[in-house]
């Protein structure tokens, strides 16, 4: 017989959702506290950054399915970012960061 290797932690579709749905109320208490433009997407690029740190520690030793839903709606989040970030620069003409 040979040795079959089993998962320890298996990806599933709870775990994916249950980080999606932590990654995303956690990027919505970071962008509320920044007031405007600017403060808004620093605090979202800090928070989508600290979110990235925890799921490469639970990639490395806990649950994947979970750094896969978080790494999914932080990129997300990072996008509506950008896309704020642009939309506001062609408005005004002004990089809205500094």
Request: proline share 4%; hydrophobic share 55%.
């Amino acid at each position: 017989m040979r040795p079959s290797y089993r998962e320890p932690h298996p990806v599933t579709g709870t775990g994916v959702a249950v980080g999606a749905l932590v990654a995303f109320a956690w990027l919505l208490l970071f962008g509320l506290v920044g007031s405007g433009v600017a403060g808004y997407v620093w605090w979202t690029l800090l928070a989508g950054g600290l979110a990235w740190v925890a799921a490469a520690v639970l990639v490395r030793h806990g649950d994947r399915g979970v750094a896969t839903g978080v790494t999914i709606v932080t990129a997300g989040g990072w996008s509506i970012a950008a896309a704020i970030v642009a939309t506001r620069w062609a408005q005004t003409g002004n990089w809205p960061l500094w």
